[in-house]
């Protein structure tokens, strides 16, 4: 009898704990205006700053951002995700969610590769050819997402055969790995070198290995007008302004 | 509910003549409990691509991943084995000060994030690391991005799963055995050779399949401190990452052939551990 009671009594308080922790996320869904923002990681420093603009400019309404890979975002997209605006760092992962889309993709940027090297190029790297180096230990991106993509190209137009240690799930690992001087270079964004606490090193190849960055609005969106001031923000004077302040190219 | 006689799945031992009803405000918990184990891994089984499986498994990436896996949670066992073993004997047995704050160091791993684990071991054993500038400098040994780096990865994340199991079968074990060798004039590590360490041997294996599985399903210090490279450093739990991204197909495919190989390993050394202990 006692044991019945102090079961029902924690399968009560249990109850009330859900019901307050489902009925918490649901207030805050309807009262607040939240969009969710899927951007690639490579716009994680800008976007930052864009939201906290977007929200200064319009009081009561909170972006919230979850940057990863652009082609693990699209298949979370793909499965049911519930995101507003998608920013891709890749047409093709943009493609990949077409179905998904409710406005039609913009370009609202333009990134271009460079290396990257620790401070003070233990490696001496000095240009593309070094990739191929097997001594040196080298990080790229792997081949399913945008900045790998790029690498691949770039290498292509280069008529090089890479010797990576490590392909990376996303252009920010690659960073990490360069910045902790694990590596002695890697294939990053531009606009990744400027964030981050590393050497960039030009080459000529970088013209083939430029990536277009699109918008778009989902259907899934929840809030689909704010959705679309968002990304009207983004391509607006404001956000090109932030965006070329951070090494990208605007259209 | 009509299925009130139901018994939970794998009854330790048969018990008959007791009917042994379950209460039904337990039987329901239990079976939601069961489903929620369960019910994601029928899901693997009812999306996979089971008439093109065979040309998956052939064509793909399976092969070296499956293989790496395999090899590197071996390593990493055996690895744990030799220092776990000797690791729990003194943390049930010597009379050592602290002891509780090194059992508690040594479940750390058990708690913490893999990933975690992943940066603590690169800003060690990186090659700029506390102990990894010196491996670099005087030995050229580099352990990021290299299969060596993935078993100590495995290694990190797996031993406490041994240790933990190990060190509680001896303090459960009889001592007399080992004083009554010791009186007839064994020595201390002649002791626990011969006497010990068989008498343990049931709750050795348990925890090394533990440990095993654990270190075959390690992701998260695996791709932060080892990296991802097809052949060096991508075990198939990275492959399933990795083909999430671009193929879920292919990472169905690759988490089914992992969930077969873990279900077949643990469902044979179940037996060996159990039936072991009585025969010994």
């Not at chain 1, 400019?57 to 909170?62: I, R, S």
């Not at chain 2, 009509?2 to 039904?24: A, L």
């Not at chain 2, 019910?39 to 793909?60: F, H, K, N, T």
Request: charged content about 15%; proline content about 7%.
């Amino acid at each position: 009898m006692t044991a019945h009671s102090t079961l029902r009594r924690a399968l009560a308080t249990l109850g009330v704990a859900a019901v307050a922790a489902t009925g918490c996320t649901a207030a805050d869904a309807t009262d607040a205006d939240t969009i969710t923002v899927f951007a690639a990681a490579s716009l994680t420093e800008v976007f930052t700053d864009l939201g906290e603009r977007f929200e200064a400019d319009n009081p009561g309404t909170t972006v919230n951002f979850s940057f990863a890979g652009s082609s693990g975002l699209a298949q979370q997209i793909l499965g049911g995700a519930p995101a507003d605006v998608f920013a891709s760092a890749a047409t093709t992962n943009m493609d990949q969610v077409s179905a998904e889309t409710a406005s039609a993709p913009r370009v609202f940027a333009t990134n271009e590769l460079e290396i990257a090297v620790p401070p003070g190029n233990p490696g001496d790297v000095t240009g593309l050819a070094d990739f191929a180096d097997p001594d040196l230990t080298i990080a790229i991106c792997e081949a399913s997402v945008p900045c790998g993509q790029a690498a691949t190209a770039a290498f292509e137009a280069a008529g090089i055969t890479p010797q990576p240690d490590t392909l990376e799930r996303d252009v920010k690992a690659v960073v990490t790995k360069v910045v902790l001087g694990e590596v002695d270079a890697g294939l990053v964004y531009r606009t990744d070198v400027l964030a981050a606490d590393v050497t960039g090193i030009t080459f000529p190849e970088s013209a083939h290995a430029r990536n277009d960055y699109p918008i778009a609005t989902l259907k899934t969106a929840s809030h689909p007008n704010l959705a679309e001031s968002f990304v009207e923000y983004v391509l607006s004077e404001v956000g090109h302004e932030v965006l070329s302040a951070a090494g990208f190219t605007t259209p | 509910m009509t299925g009130s006689d139901e018994t939970p799945p794998r009854p330790p031992k048969p018990r008959r003549g007791n009917r042994n009803r379950v209460p039904i405000l337990l039987l329901i918990p239990a079976m939601l409990g069961l489903a929620v184990l369960t019910v994601p891994l029928l899901g693997l089984l009812l999306r996979a691509p089971w008439s093109e499986l065979p040309q998956r498994l052939i064509g793909s990436e399976i092969g070296p991943a499956l293989r790496l896996s395999l090899l590197c949670a071996t390593i990493a066992t055996i690895v744990c084995l030799v220092l776990g073993v000797p690791l729990a004997w003194v943390l049930a047995r010597a009379d050592i000060a602290g002891k509780s704050i090194i059992r508690a160091l040594v479940t750390v791993p058990m708690v913490l994030p893999p990933i975690v684990g992943g940066v603590a071991l690169l800003l060690v054993f990186g090659r700029r690391g506390v102990v990894g500038q010196y491996l670099d400098d005087w030995f050229g040994i580099s352990l990021p991005f290299t299969t060596a780096g993935v078993v100590i990865a495995q290694a990190f994340v797996a031993m406490p799963f041994l240790v933990l199991s190990v060190e509680g079968a001896i303090r459960a074990a009889d001592h007399r055995y080992e004083e009554a060798a010791a009186t007839l004039g064994a020595s201390k590590w002649f002791i626990f050779r011969r006497v010990t360490l068989p008498s343990l041997l049931p709750a050795v294996v348990a925890g090394t399949m533990l440990c095993w599985a654990r270190a075959l399903g390690e992701f998260g210090a695996t791709i932060t401190f080892a990296g991802n490279f097809p052949g060096r450093t991508t075990t198939m739990p990275l492959a399933v990452y990795m083909a999430m991204e671009t193929d879920p197909q292919a990472a169905i495919v690759l988490s089914l052939v992992l969930l077969l190989v873990s279900v077949a390993v643990l469902a044979a050394m179940r037996d060996r551990w159990l039936t072991g202990l009585v025969s010994r």
